[in-house]
């Protein structure tokens, strides 16, 4: 069975570096992409980036270029998103999901909450 | 980037009501268009891939339809499990954007 199994929910400061996780498994961990989607509280769907695990190489929207890094770890079958100085508006939900041209799969979100 | 624009961005429907949502891009994406579905405190669900073929496990009271950069979602029938939030996304090039949302209301 595909199981994508996010890190849980975090709690952080205005400035702090935060790095959550996405474990795959029930597959080959380096034949798909893995992508990361944002929804902030009350809001839609937005696609922050994708990782190929089996070369990573990594694709960013514009709009999350600079702002967090996407990696992925294929000994241990898991991809990151990490801030090094996380503001007030990064608190949302982030999901990971197995991107091909459609994400059939998807891990269970972390919330990430950022306030002083 | 590609815009996806959905419509409506909320509807009231009732429980056996025929509802149809359009997902509108800023230029031609073929037929590289998802639809999903999610409900409160859950993960987006996949409903049609590639414009119009159903995710196994689908009820086939769902429907998608379209090419370039018009492109519908149907239910044909609406069920109370329905009632949810609908996005459109396109895959054809990156960054891989979404609609902005459709919200199904009970009426």
């Known amino acids: 069975e595909v199981q994508l199994v996010q890190s849980g929910a975090e709690v952080k400061k205005p400035g702090e570096s935060l790095k959550i996780s996405c474990k795959g498994s029930g597959y080959s961990f380096t034949s798909f992409w893995i992508g990361w989607v944002r929804q902030m509280p009350g809001k839609g769907l937005e696609w922050m980036g994708i990782i190929n695990p089996g070369d990573s190489d990594t694709r960013y929207s514009p709009s999350f270029q600079g702002q967090v890094t996407i990696s992925a770890d294929k000994s241990i079958s898991t991809a990151f998103l990490q801030w090094s100085s996380l503001k007030a508006s990064d608190t949302a939900m982030y999901y990971c999901?197995?991107?091909?041209?459609?994400?059939?799969?998807w891990g269970q979100g972390t919330l990430v909450t950022v306030s002083s | 980037d590609i815009q996806m624009t959905q419509s409506p961005s909320s509807l009231s429907a009732s429980v056996g009501d025929r509802v149809t949502i359009t997902c509108r891009a800023s230029?031609?994406?073929?037929?590289?268009l998802n639809w999903y579905q999610q409900k409160p405190g859950k993960a987006p669900k996949l409903l049609i891939y590639?414009?119009?073929s159903l995710q196994s496990g689908v009820p086939s009271r769902f429907s998608g339809s379209g090419s370039g950069t018009e492109f519908t979602l149907t239910i044909s029938s609406l069920q109370p499990e329905d009632f949810a939030n609908y996005y459109c996304q396109q895959t054809y090039r990156t960054p891989w954007t979404f609609g902005q949302g459709t919200k199904v209301e009970i009426e």
């Open positions: 590639a414009a119009s």
């Open positions: 230029q031609s994406i073929s037929s590289y």
């Open positions: 999901a197995l991107s091909g041209t459609y994400s059939a799969y």
